[in-house]
């Protein structure tokens, strides 16, 4: 530490001299030494924490001055020996200074402290990536949404046909719309992205299969055929949740769905489908 000190002393009087003189007082090893008397009044285990205590103290201060001592050392390093004189102005002083740090900066030292910090970067983040993916394996492989299974399922297969006609009023071909389940959910997905019910509330999800037989692709809006009735009412609900327009491709099958917001209380579920200007049929979902 007493050589700190002195170092730090020149390397001031070097660069920005003064007529006082600096006093670097000795302090004796008694100074640094806890006296026996100011544990006098303490009982043994205190005594003994006590004790334990300082030790790590004065162990870490030694750390401290050390490592002080070290950055002042790389900082200060042939400054002091090459400084101007101190009859230099202070423009010239920190020019010399400056072109001193151009020619002679330790380069190796800091390039070599420089290269093992960005590897000890490198390998902290390395290792916490690893971390992360034993931790959680499943998450950082996919990293798909995923929703809660259906709280409850009834099968329905129930379907109905519909004619498809042509720009002349001709029937081309018929579209077939197939009910095949339905479901209860808190979670579905809308659009890629998770929506989850709020307390007191669920989703009946309707499953729906649509078929074109046509030999060109057709359009279908798939909630114009479906209505709900709750708690016996007399109104019917139109689907909220839709993926409408569906197109259907020639000659292929389309899986879709319909569904509605319901209370978790609602009873009575009656399904309503077919055509808007048709006949219809009822379906009771008793579950």
């Known amino acids: 530490m ?3 000190l002195i170092k730090k002393m020149k390397f001031k009087q070097a660069f920005f001299p003064t007529s006082e003189k600096f006093y670097i007082p000795k302090l004796s090893p008694g100074v640094l030494q806890p006296s026996s008397q100011s544990f006098s009044v303490l009982s043994n285990q ?10 790590i103290l004065k162990n870490l201060i030694g750390k401290i001055r050390e490592l002080t001592a070290k950055l002042f050392d790389f900082i200060s390093e042939g400054v002091v020996e090459h400084a101007p004189s101190a009859k230099s102005a202070l423009r010239g002083r ?5 072109s001193y740090f151009k020619y002679n900066f330790p380069k190796r030292k ?5 290269g093992l910090s960005v590897v000890a970067i490198i390998l902290i983040l390395i290792a916490g990536t690893v971390a992360r993916k034993l931790i959680n394996p499943a998450t950082n ?6 929703v809660a299974g259906a709280k409850a399922t009834k099968d329905i297969y129930k379907e109905f046909s519909f004619p498809l006609f042509d720009d002349k009023g001709k029937e081309v071909a018929s579209i077939k719309y197939v009910l095949e389940s339905a479901e209860k959910r808190d979670e579905i997905l809308v659009k890629g992205q998770k929506a989850t019910a709020i307390k007191g509330r669920t989703f009946l999800i309707i499953n729906i299969k649509i078929v074109n037989n ?3 692709s057709i359009e279908i809006n798939t909630k114009d055929y479906l209505r709900l009735s709750v708690n016996d009412s007399p109104e019917f ?10 197109t259907v491709q020639a000659i292929s099958t389309k899986f879709t769905r319909l569904g509605f917001p319901i209370n978790e209380e609602d009873k009575s579920l009656v399904l309503q489908f077919g055509e808007i200007n048709g006949e219809k ?3 009771s979902l008793d579950f």
């Open 2 to 4: 007493r050589g700190f």
């Open 46 to 55: 205190a005594k003994s924490a006590a004790l334990n205590l300082w030790t």
């Open 94 to 98: 920190l020019t010399k200074m400056g």
């Open 110 to 114: 800091f390039l070599k402290i420089a």
């Open 141 to 146: 492989s996919d990293a798909r949404e995923v």
């Open 214 to 216: 046509y030999d060109k």
């Open 237 to 246: 609900l139109a689907p909220d949740i839709h993926n409408d327009p569906v």
């Open 281 to 283: 049929q009822k379906i």
